[in-house]
């Protein structure tokens, strides 16, 4: 070993034990010196101690492996192998990496994780099938493909063992390994062995599993399943095999424990109307199902499992009356336990009369209910001479009752266990066959009875038998690689296995002792005392008991109980019972499970003992049926030795693999990990063991290669040489002194513990310290740079502050200068400045003066003036005042007066009218005094009357005298103004200034207010200018806002309406892909059903002696229109072998699985036809939603389209005619060939030419006929888009988006008022349509009838033509055809000149669609001429005779038959064969033609030409059965090729190639208009005259589908092997990526000696597929479809194998991922194929890399990687990050914390759940129309096809 001193130095980690974590880690804070008793240790808490050595061995503790090789997938990939770095490793991966599966060498450690993984389903069997098995992940399936491939490849029978603790997940890992051959084996029929397989589980799972503490389906007995297959390694069958049946828990369990499942599945499904008769309840209703407290599991519908179970039993073969009688015996046995037994004495029991469960116990079995009762509660014995019946006392009869109904439940598993058995027999005679153990590990508990012995004998054998087995592959290992043997010294167990099964063992002392009358435990105990206790060292006896034994056993020491161990040993129930229920006559299955029952039961015959949990075995070995009456009087552990024996022999004569599963906890707590149980679980199953072995040797083994990529950095260049050998032994030789720590091998090195570690170690210190000095440099690189950077700072500092200085200074001068200069012209300027100011003061001050003395003359001079007129003005006033208030006087004296006066006539007034008043109210009725005073009145009036007379008098005359006075007053006034005038002149013109004056001041005031108010305004204005501006402002900016909001709603709800018609067409797209992929699902199955019934009917004309073997005709004349016409045609064909053999004897034949296929192959038809009429319902919905628009115009064109269709009826019965004369025509022709009368001049060659003759001038005046019925159809449906389009301009606009916008109540009821307007509007206008429709409808129905009279008046001259010669026809026509064109166009330009423009368009329309009718009318005629030329070339052959008798006639008469233009003459494109050579046409240019040659020398898709042009002649002549029987042989001999080459990339691709070019023939020349457009007028001419091909067409593209299918698999099985190994194994990017140190699996034998593929490996291959489909001429859509393919298939075969290869996952492997793919998106841009979709397939392989190189710390980082790996999902995402794994010490591992928060982030995503992509996916092919450009009478056809029999037409 390697000193001490060199590894356990200072920060040397090293493991310690603990108790309570077993091994705990720390490191070493001081180095380690020789004879240092103590280590200075701190834990990884920070916690400090020291470590006492022990001073006996003074071993040091364990090392700890650096932390780049934890976690790894192979526990020998350790350098550093011990129970510490098992026990971490297995912590790392379950805990940290949710890695349930971890290699041990050749053992696959499985830890429960008691919780539901995704990593079981089919694809990832798939992704597991083929691959070796260190190639990926350690995993069940892998040791299930290992033992597959091994069986398939060595020849030999293999299986695997699976053993654990109960609750460790053995079931279900035998389950897994046997679903597993189910899946990818397949079966040989059809008969579903692989179903029955697993069909079996269920079943065994019911009967045979319970709830224990441990687990909740703990399988309570052990099981070898066989799993037989056939020379093709197909599942044909299976046998199961099972050890020790615990039958003690049918009458006993603990708490929290249950029976088994099938009791509980009863006690549910008791409501059943079948159950109703076996009366049960609820579990907890019986003592057997009770016991435990516990029936219920949670999570488990025992209801559903009990359905589950009866379904299995269906699927194999047990009826249902069988599994009602099963069901009768089970609930029997619950009543029995029921049963009460009740003491009559001390020394016996009773049964109470009518026990109600008894009474049902003994209605279901069938028994009577005395026998029954009565031998329950006593037995017989036996003597030499006498028999007695005694009763047993109440504590036997219950241990009685128990016996039997485990007796009872014993037999019915075995009788089950045979029937499981018998279904899954297979009568074809097995090859091989994989073995699947599932049995106990080692057990032991506090108290051990016989069953843990038995059970811990098992495990020694197969303990021994893995530890030869591990050495064996050891020493093969050192053998293959020439390394010297050494004599490894491991544990053999063999002295410990002699201890129980050897002569005088302890299984032969319990025989012994059992054969003994009073035999019991205690003296069995002495026996072993005195026989082992000094003779062997593994037997000890306990200090405290003398009913104990100990026994070393491999894994630990056991103590076991010797208490019940005799008398589950003999494992007796009462011969009487027995017999009572063989006597049952009602009860058949009954009978049938005690049939070979003995009469004794036991050696002894005692009755059975109390208490115990007893496993019983199962059957005996079916080889030994003979000695059935021997086999009961066996024990239980002589039949256990012997099965087991059986056992070792079958697992000896096999190859095995072992599964060890360990149970992590005891809790069931999912990925808890206990390390005390999972230490005491690996002491036991032998892992530790391995490692041991494996450690004694040279445990680390390395290629070459592999240590030289990894160790390269250790190396100096001077070593590396070109022998990799050499190289590794000179680098080791330096770096490892001691030379027994390695060897050399052939291929690998091998090395003791702990040097990987030395070295890794040593690699890290270089790498150190090549970082150190990187960094060294890199930091001096840094200092320099910045010291540079520095300097040049500072000189660019200094070259600035020193130009800033100098500018500074220049700067100053030149301000010092100005400021001079500026002081000058300042001075000079004030100077000035106070001279001009002084200057203008002193004319100031003598203008101021000047007109100041001038202001003082002028006030002097204006006062004077104005006390003249104030004087003046003052006198005036005077004068006026006195006149004034004198005036005022008078008036106001005269007032005065007036107003007394007034005063006293109203006084006087009012005193009369108070009196009246007072008079009327004293004196109402004094009228008479009234009438007095009335008359009083009356006089006095007449007085006034009088008085007022002379008043009137005397006032005319005052009146005039005041009138003279007035005159004379008036006159003396005017004198006065005068004189008042001149004097007050001077005064009013005073006032006049003044008030002017004073006019002026208010003038300027107004005139300032003005002004005031005038700016004012203006600022008002301003102010309302800005805010109508700010408002206009607003308002436009609200515009604008409202125009953007209408722009984006529109643009919205335009979006939108995109976004949902994308999304609408996106699903249509996305349901026609997904049709078009279950219809080329369900081609694929057909054509796997079509192969099998190839194959079934090989098998039988094989079986059957044909005479004539290989001869089997085919029918020709068959024909289908269906789909499927291929398979119908070879059912054809084997119905006609069948007719041709009737003499033969007929070979047995399963007519079932014939009927099934039939059946199948209906089915498929009827789904296919589903699918198609699907299909088409789908695309007439699409159809018909953008047609609905145009119904409406159909509807209005309907008149004229029935009236068209007539006249085309007319035109087809004028066919017609035509044909029958054309028929007349060929009688004529066959009755003159008969005669031989057919010469020129002959009656029949007349009647030929009159019919001729008339036949072209009759089609020549319907083609005019219909040329003008076209021209006014043309012109109808002219008018009528027009008025289309009228309606379509009036239409009024989508208002949705403004009846959105109207909020407001107002403007929706004016938007409605608009919306009626237009809608009368629209009205009208549509009114007014229909009326011009109408009056247009009648001047085209007159039209119409013009032209219809025209018709028969042309007809008429016609006729008349008809009677002219020939010549003057031609020249009548055309003189009478422009005669009728002249009067039109003379009559048309009279009446109108516009109107004849318009006409005259119309005839060039009316041209050109005549020109289109001609062109289909000459179609038609080419074909009747076609018809004629057969009859031509016979008259030619019959002039021909004629010819040689009389030429002259010849030279001078013109042949007039034959009037077939030149250019007919020439090649037509078609080739002409027999019928008899379809057969020879077939072979030759399909089955036996060369792809290569054709590709390269030919013209690409060649064939197809041919054919093609073969069936346009089977077409040109009008032969229905040479064309279905040419395209029925085509179909079948391209399936036949491709059956046969299939494998061939090359023949798959050329048959695609040429199938397609047929298909793409058949389409363009079929006539339809949609194929025609890009057709030549040469091409059209070659179109399929009578025969539609629709039929055949889709059959084609079927066949072209199966094609392309098998292209892909082609391709996948060519690139499947390069991809893992070109794209992720190989090193594109040389030394990015090391190698880590792998374990023993990387180098099993399964690994076959390859070469290693590299990415230009892929490339080439892409190339080369790429170049064969363009020679081939491959559509190019085809081509990008392939290539997406192919690149699909490499990204998920990639990410598959990466998800899978915990290997794989690293930064540098992400790097080599993605510049692997950034060369493969190079070569589709050389290419030109980035458009086909393929680089889209790789975005998870890239993604998935990404996510390999990226940051994964932080939450930003998670954020990054959720948003970047759109493309993955989360258990893709999950899966990569927990597999990440460090290359280098420098790398970080993934933390849990991390992996938590990136679930998290991706909770609320809706993806499946799947974690591998489906590499058997295959995108929907579509095949695009391509015409061909190719004239078929340019083809010329070479003579290296053999097709010389083939005549061109």
């Known amino acids: 070993m390697m000193a001490a001193s060199e590894l356990y130095t200072k920060y040397a980690r090293v493991w310690i034990p603990d108790v309570e974590e ?215 069958g299976a046998n199961m095999r099972t050890y020790l049946l615990e039958k003690s828990r049918v009458v006993f369990q603990a708490d929290e424990e249950r029976n088994y499942h099938i009791f509980y599945q009863l006690c549910a499904s008791a409501h059943l109307p079948e159950f109703k008769a076996l009366k049960l309840g609820k579990a907890n209703d019986f003592h057997y199902t009770k016991q435990g407290r516990n029936p219920v599991i949670d999570g488990v519908d025992d209801a559903k499992e009990m359905s589950t179970t009866r379904n299995a039993f269906t699927l194999l073969g047990v009826n249902e009356s069988y599994q009602l009688g099963l069901f009768q015996i089970l609930a029997s046995i619950l009543h029995l336990g029921n049963v009460e037994v009740k003491d009559r004495d001390s020394d016996s029991s009773i049964i109470p009369p009518n026990n109600g469960h008894l009474s049902v116990f003994c209605e279901l079995m069938g028994v009577t209910y005395q026998d029954m009762s009565h031998w329950l509660c006593h037995k017989k014995l036996k003597t030499a001479t006498e028999t007695y019946i005694k009763p047993i006392p109440k504590l036997q009869a219950i241990n009685a009752r128990d016996a039997l109904a485990k007796h009872i439940y014993a037999k019915l598993f075995n009788w089950i266990v045979d029937h499981v058995n018998k279904a899954l027999h297979s009568t074809v005679k097995q090859h091989s066959f994989i073995g699947v153990l599932d049995i106990y590990g080692f057990e032991t508990f506090e108290i051990n009875s016989f069953e843990q012995f038995c059970i811990n004998y098992a495990n020694e054998k197969l303990q021994q038998q893995f530890n030869m087995h591990v050495f064996k592959l050891e020493q093969e290992e050192y053998m293959k690689e020439q390394i010297p043997w050494t004599l490894i010294d491991f544990y053999d167990n063999q002295p410990c296995i002699n201890l129980i099964e050897a002569k005088m063992g302890i299984l032969d002392l319990l025989d012994e002792e059992c054969k003994m009358p009073k035999g019991s435990d205690d003296s069995w105990a002495q026996k072993l005392y005195n026989t082992h206790l000094k003779t062997c060292a593994l037997f000890e006896k306990p200090r405290m008991s003398n009913k104990a034994f100990i026994i070393q056993h491999f894994a630990d020491k056991v103590e076991y109980q010797c208490d019940g161990f005799l008398e589950k040993n003999k494992d007796t129930v009462n011969e009487e019972q027995i017999h009572v229920l063989k006597a049952s006559k009602k009860f058949d299955l009954l009978v049938e499970l005690f049939r070979d029952e003995e009469k004794a039961t036991s050696p002894t015959g005692a009755a059975p003992a109390t208490g115990g949990r007893t496993r019983l075995s199962v059957k005996p070995d079916k080889n030994k049926a003979g000695q059935a009456s021997k086999e009961h009087k066996k024990t239980v552990g002589l039949q256990f030795r012997n099965s087991l024996q059986l056992l070792m022999e079958t697992l000896n004569a096999t190859t095995p693999h072992y599964v060890r599963c360990i149970k992590p906890n005891d809790h069931k707590y999912a990925f808890t990990f206990d390390p005390k149980r999972a230490v005491q679980q690996l002491r036991a199953c032998g892992v530790l063991e391995t490692i041991r072995i494996s450690a004694a040797g040279f445990p680390s083994r390395w290629t070459y290669q592999e240590f030289f990529s990894r160790y390269r950095v250790l190396m100096k260049q001077k070593d590396v040489l070109t022998d990799r050998k050499m190289t590794c032994k000179n680098v080791l030789e330096k770096l490892v002194q001691d030379p027994d720590k390695y060897q050399f091998g052939k291929t690998k090195i091998f090395f003791r513990a702990g040097q990987v570690a030395y070295l890794e170690k040593l690699r890290a210190d270089k790498l150190r310290a090549a970082c150190i000095r990187i960094q060294k440099t890199i930091r001096c690189w840094l200092a320099r740079k910045k010291y540079l950077r520095m300097k040049h700072a500072a000189t660019t500092i200094q070259r600035y502050v020193r130009g800033y200085q100098a500018r500074c200074l220049a700067k100053f001068l030149r301000r010092t200068r100005a400021a001079i200069i500026i002081q000058k012209y300042q001075r000079m300027y004030v100077q000035r400045t106070c001279y001009k100011r002084k200057q203008a003061a002193a004319l100031a001050m003598q203008c101021i003066l000047r007109a100041y003395m001038a202001r003082q003359l002028y006030k002097a001079l204006l006062r004077e003036h104005k006390a003249i007129i104030i004087q003046k003005m003052v006198r005036g006033w005077l004068a006026r ?327 085309r009826q007319e035109l087809e019965s004028e066919n017609k005619k035509l044909k029958h004369d054309l028929n007349e025509m060929r009688q004529s022709l066959r009755g003159s060939a008969e005669a031989g009368s057919a010469a020129p001049g002959s009656p029949a060659y007349t009647v030929l030419l009159d019919q001729l003759n008339a036949s072209n001038e009759e089609l020549e005046v319907r083609k005019e006929e219909v040329l003008i019925l076209r021209s006014q159809l043309v012109s109808q449906k002219e008018a009528m888009q027009h008025k289309d389009e009228k309606e379509t301009m009036t239409e009024p606009l989508p208002y949705i988006e403004d009846v959105q916008k109207l909020t407001d109540a107002k403007e929706i009821s004016q938007a409605y008022m608009g919306l009626k307007e237009t809608s009368r509007l629209l009205e009208s206008q549509l009114q007014a349509q229909r009326r011009s429709h109408e009056n247009e409808v009648e001047v085209l129905r007159g039209e119409l009838q013009s032209v219809k009279e025209e018709n028969n008046r042309q007809q008429q001259l016609l006729a008349q033509n008809l009677q002219l010669p020939p010549e003057a026809r031609i020249e009548a026509s055309l003189q009478h055809e422009i005669t009728r064109l002249t009067n039109e166009n003379l009559e048309l330009h009279s009446d109108d000149p516009k109107e004849y423009k318009a006409y005259r368009i119309s005839m060039l329309r009316r041209m050109v669609d005549l020109m289109e009718q001609l062109e289909k009318q000459d179609k038609t005629v080419r074909k009747l001429k076609k018809q004629l030329k057969v009859f031509a070339k016979k008259i030619n052959d019959l002039e021909g005779g004629q010819m040689d008798v009389s030429p002259g006639q010849t030279a001078d008469e013109p042949v007039h038959p034959v009037n077939i233009p030149r250019r007919e003459k020439d090649f037509q494109g078609m080739l002409e064969y027999k019928k008899e050579d379809e057969l020879k046409l077939v072979k030759n240019l399909i089955l036996e033609l060369k792809p290569r040659g054709v590709a390269v020398n030919l013209i690409p898709g060649l064939p197809a030409y041919i054919l093609f042009m073969c069936l346009r002649h089977a077409d040109y002549i009008n032969d229905d059965q040479k064309v279905r029987s040419l395209l029925t042989s085509v179909i079948n001999s391209i399936k036949k090729i491709l059956k046969k080459r299939g494998d061939d990339f090359e023949t798959v691709s050329f048959w695609l190639s040429n199938t397609c070019r047929f298909l793409h023939c058949l389409k363009q020349y079929s006539g339809d208009e949609q194929f025609m457009k890009h057709n030549t007028t040469k091409q059209n001419d070659h179109c399929l005259s009578n025969f539609d091909l629709a039929e055949y067409r889709q059959v084609l593209s079927d066949l072209a589908i199966q094609i392309y299918q098998q292209l892909i698999k082609c391709m996948e099985n060519i ?163 927990n597999l990440y794994t460090p290359v280098n010490a420098f790398e970080e591992r993934v933390s849990v914390l991390f992996i938590r928060t990136i679930q998290t982030r991706l909770r609320d995503r809706k993806e499946s759940p799947q974690l591998l992509m489906d590499t058997k996916l295959i995108y929907p092919v579509t095949f695009p129309f391509n015409p061909s450009s190719l004239a078929l009478e340019t083809i010329q056809i070479p003579s290296s096809l053999n097709v010389g029999f083939l005549t061109r037409v």
């Open 22 to 236: 077993v091994w705990k880690s720390a490191e070493l804070t001081k180095d380690y010196r020789q004879g240092d008793g103590v280590l200075q240790l701190q834990l990884e808490d920070g916690k400090e101690l020291e470590y006492k050595l022990d001073p006996k061995t003074n071993n040091l503790p364990h090392l700890r492996n650096p932390d780049i090789l934890v976690g790894e997938n192979d526990l020998t990939a350790l350098s550093y192998l011990h129970e510490p770095a098992v026990l971490h490793n297995l912590k790392v991966r379950f805990i940290d990496s949710k890695l349930i599966y971890t290699y041990c060498g050749i053992v696959l450690v499985a830890i429960n994780p008691y919780e539901t993984l995704p990593i079981y389903g089919t694809d990832i069997i798939y992704a597991y099938s083929g691959q070796n098995m260190g190639d990926m992940d350690p995993h069940i399936f892998a040791v299930a493909e290992e033992a597959y491939k091994q069986m398939a490849r060595d020849e030999r029978n293999q299986s695997i063992i699976v053993s654990g603790e109960s609750g460790a997940g053995k079931t279900v890992s035998a389950k897994y390994a046997m679903r597993y051959f189910a899946t990818v084996s397949g079966s040989a029929s059809e008969a579903n062995v692989e179903e029955k397989v697993l069909a079996s589980n269920p079943i065994m799972e019911s009967i045979g599993n319970a709830k224990t503490t441990r687990n909740d389906n703990s399988s309570r007995f052990g099981k070898y399943i066989e799993i037989g297959f056939d020379k093709k390694y197909r599942i044909i």
């Open 881 to 1207: 005042q006195w006149f004034k208030r004198s005036l005022k006087a008078i008036v106001y004296l005269q007032c005065c007066i007036r107003r007394m006066r007034a005063k006293r006539e109203l006084k006087k007034l009012k005193i009369e009218a108070r009196s009246v008043e007072h008079f009327k109210k004293l004196n109402i009725g004094m009228e008479n005094k009234i009438m007095q005073l009335q008359r009083r009145i009356d006089d006095q009036n007449k007085e006034n009357r009088v008085l007022s007379e002379r008043l009137n008098s005397l006032e005319v005359s005052h009146a005039a005298e005041s009138e003279r006075q007035r005159v004379e007053l008036t006159r003396l006034r005017g004198a006065e103004e005068d004189a008042k005038n001149n004097a007050n002149k001077v005064t009013s013109l005073l006032e006049e200034l003044e008030r002017l004056r004073k006019d002026l001041q208010n003038t300027q005031k107004e005139k300032k207010a003005i002004e005031d108010w005038a700016r004012t305004y203006q600022d008002e204005m301003e102010q309302m200018i800005s805010e109508l501006k700010e408002q206009n402002h607003l308002l436009k900016n609200e515009k604008n806002d409202l125009n953007r909001l209408i722009q984006e709603q529109s643009q919205q709800w335009t979006e939108k309406m995109q976004r949902a018609l994308k999304e609408e067409t996106q699903q249509l797209e996305n349901d026609l892909n997904e049709e078009r992929s279950r219809y080329q699902n369900l081609l694929t199955e057909h054509l796997q059903l079509e192969e099998k019934y190839d194959d079934l009917k090989e098998e039988i004309t094989l079986a059957v002696n044909v005479p004539k073997p290989g001869h089997r005709r085919t029918d020709s004349t068959h024909s289908s229109n269906e789909s499927e016409c291929t398979y119908n045609s070879e059912f054809a064909e084997s119905e006609e072998g069948s007719r041709g053999g009737e003499d033969v004897p007929k070979a047995i034949l399963d007519m079932s699985l014939f009927l099934k296929l039939q059946k199948r192959v209906s089915e498929l038809e009827q789904e296919k036809q589903s699918l198609q009429n699907e299909l088409d319902r789908r695309e007439e919905q699409f159809q018909r939603a953008r047609a609905r628009d145009d119904e409406e115009h159909k509807k209005a064109r309907s008149a004229e389209l029935e009236y068209e269709s007539l006249k």
């Open 1615 to 1777: 690139l499947q092997p390069m991809i893992v190994s070109g794209m992720l194994e190989h090193e594109t990017i040389q030394g990015v990526s090391g190698v880590k140190p792998t374990g023993l699996r990387k180098r099993t034998s399964s690994i076959a000696d390859e070469g290693t593929y590299t990415l230009d490996s892929i490339i080439r291959q892409l190339n080369s597929f790429h170049s064969i489909m363009c020679q081939h001429g491959t559509d190019p859509e085809l081509i990008k479809q392939v290539v997406k393919q192919q690149f699909y298939i490499i990204g998920a075969v990639t990410l598959n194998n990466l998800l899978l290869r915990k290997d794989m996952c690293s930064w540098s492997k992400g790097m080599q991922i993605r510049y692997n793919v950034s060369q493969l998106e190079e070569w589709l841009r050389d290419k030109n194929l980035m458009t086909c979709g393929a680089k889209e397939t790789l975005e998870p392989l890239i993604q998935a890399a990404q996510l390999l190189q990226v940051k994964k710390k932080t939450d930003e980082d998670a954020e990054a990687i959720c948003s970047m790996c759109n493309s993955l999902s989360t258990a893709q995402i999950v899966k990569v990050l």
